[in-house]
């Protein structure tokens, strides 16, 4: 099976960077996933990394260890609009699979 | 393009009850996911498809649910009979299957449902 986690919130303010981490166990890993969502909404995309290292996409950076089976986002400049939960996700075969994780909740405050 | 259709948005009905829940996935895409979502259990995968095949049914919780997908363009998540255990946010995702590369999955709105 797969177990992943993240912690459940973070507090953060804006302006600020705040870095999620993510760790898990997978039986068979072909990468890792970050997802957002904000109250009331539906998931949406944001990074998938499935070789090591660090991938940027605007304010969103998202980095992955295989062989510490650990990854976080990293969010920089933060906005109120952040403030959502943020969900990493593991593919452990072929086809676009994924199992989530528990979330974290990111309060940006003022 | 539309997006991802789920209807209805809001279901509300009491325990013992059929419900439907349906789905629209984006034109082109080939693989279709049913997701629950609770405070406690998380976001929990019930069941995919890959073109239209039942590849992974293992989330299922019981025999109670059931999913079908007659076609490319058109999915259905049935409860029979509901439980108040079953009120949820119901997903669907859809996204274009890929073996070697990822694609990312494109969520529908989801179906609050309450069973009383």
């Known amino acids: 099976g797969q177990s992943l986690e993240q912690p459940s919130e973070v507090t953060a303010v804006e302006g600020a960077i705040v870095q999620i981490n993510c760790t898990y166990q997978?039986?068979?890993?072909?990468?890792l996933s970050w997802y957002q969502q904000h109250d009331g909404g539906a998931p949406t995309f944001l990074s998938y990394?499935?070789?090591?290292g660090l991938e940027e996409t605007g304010r969103f950076s998202s980095f992955l260890s295989r062989s510490d089976s650990y990854g976080y986002l990293l969010l920089q400049e933060l906005q109120m609009k952040d403030s959502a939960s943020y969900f990493c996700?593991?593919?452990?075969?072929?086809?676009?699979?994924?199992?989530f994780g528990t979330g974290t909740q990111l309060k940006v405050e003022l | 393009d539309a997006g991802v259709i789920q209807s209805p948005r809001h279901e509300v009905t009491e325990m013992g009850q059929e419900v439907t829940l349906r789905c629209k996935p984006i034109s082109g895409h080939n693989s279709l996911f049913w997701y629950r979502q609770t405070m406690m259990r998380g976001l929990e995968l019930l069941i995919y498809?890959?073109?239209?095949?039942?590849?992974?049914d293992s989330g299922m919780p019981e025999d109670r649910f059931s999913a079908k997908m007659p076609n490319a363009s058109f999915s259905t998540l049935k409860i029979q009979p509901s439980e108040p255990r079953d009120s949820a946010v119901y997903f669907c995702?859809?996204?274009?299957?890929?073996?070697?590369?990822?694609?990312?999955?494109?969520f529908g709105p989801g179906t609050r449902l309450t069973v009383l």
């Open positions: 990394n499935a070789l090591d």
């Open positions: 498809f890959n073109n239209n095949v039942p590849i992974d």
């Open positions: 997978t039986s068979g890993f072909y990468g």
């Open positions: 995702a859809s996204s274009q299957f890929g073996d070697r590369v990822y694609n990312e999955q494109f």
């Open positions: 996700a593991v593919r452990t075969g072929g086809g676009n699979k994924l199992t």
